[in-house]
């Protein structure tokens, strides 16, 4: 496989991975948002102006645990330039133990019911640490790539240049572009699709979906970023 098309690849999957677990998280856990942390701060500010509803302790601890999730990343990466080792799969290897923990607890507290017990807040706080995990990756590791879970920056720049194409301004990073942009879009977005029909048909055990992606991305097959 080409270095050129191993990216693609690479940058699709974790976008479907991030799509997927954002969505599943918010439909099975109160409208949680674990890739989209950004998103809790909105439904927060909502429910403290509104006297009738009482901000979600899982979403108030959402942000600390996403933190949590880049702080552990960057450690992790900072040890592995220490010792002079690649740090690409011990990211994946962080992100899966943090994602099986979601899916673990959240197992455990199916059915969840109309609030949060101590099971489903636990495997809340592990997705939102995972996707942290997976936000300081894709910005500290896989630089080559567009992001994988911030989705705003993507279709900013594909719709400049989508417009730039049509006005006939396009130049020779155009084309390059729009492939490194439109695949992990793309791929968020049926990640999105993919886990709102599996989780209301398997539950919790549907996270095996992204599980087996970064299990797949730890076995040998092309060089990846160190």
């Known amino acids: 496989m080409t270095s050129a098309r191993f990216q693609r690849l690479q940058g699709a999957s974790m976008g479907f991975l991030a799509g997927y677990v954002d969505t599943l998280g918010f439909v099975a856990l109160f409208g949680l948002f674990t890739a989209h942390v950004t998103g809790n701060f909105v439904l927060i500010a909502a ?6 509803q009482t901000p979600s302790l899982l979403k ?22 220490r010792r002079g080792k690649a740090a690409l ?37 592990f997705g939102t640490a995972a996707m ?13 790539l567009a992001p994988t879970s911030m989705m705003t920056g993507n279709v900013t720049q594909l719709v400049i240049d989508a417009v730039d194409w049509l006005r006939g301004a396009a130049d020779t990073g155009t084309r390059a572009r729009c492939a490194k942009f439109f695949w992990p879009v793309l791929s968020f977005a049926l ?5 709102a029909f599996a989780y209301r048909a398997f539950g ?5 979906v992204p599980v087996a992606i970064l299990c797949l991305h730890l076995v040998p097959a092309a060089p990846e970023a160190a």
């Open 47 to 52: 429910s403290l102006a509104d006297p009738a």
């Open 60 to 81: 108030l601890l959402a942000f600390p645990a996403f933190i949590l999730g880049i702080a552990a990343a960057r450690l992790l990466v900072v040890g592995c330039e």
């Open 89 to 125: 799969k011990p990211s994946y290897l962080l992100q899966l133990g943090l994602l099986l923990g979601f899916m673990a607890c959240g197992m455990l507290a199916e059915p969840v019911g109309k609030s949060a017990g101590a099971l489903a807040m636990a495997a809340g706080l």
């Open 132 to 144: 942290g995990a997976h936000s300081a990756a894709s910005k500290l590791l896989l630089t080559q």
């Open 191 to 195: 990640g999105c699709a993919a886990a």
């Open 204 to 208: 919790f055990v549907a996270l095996v």
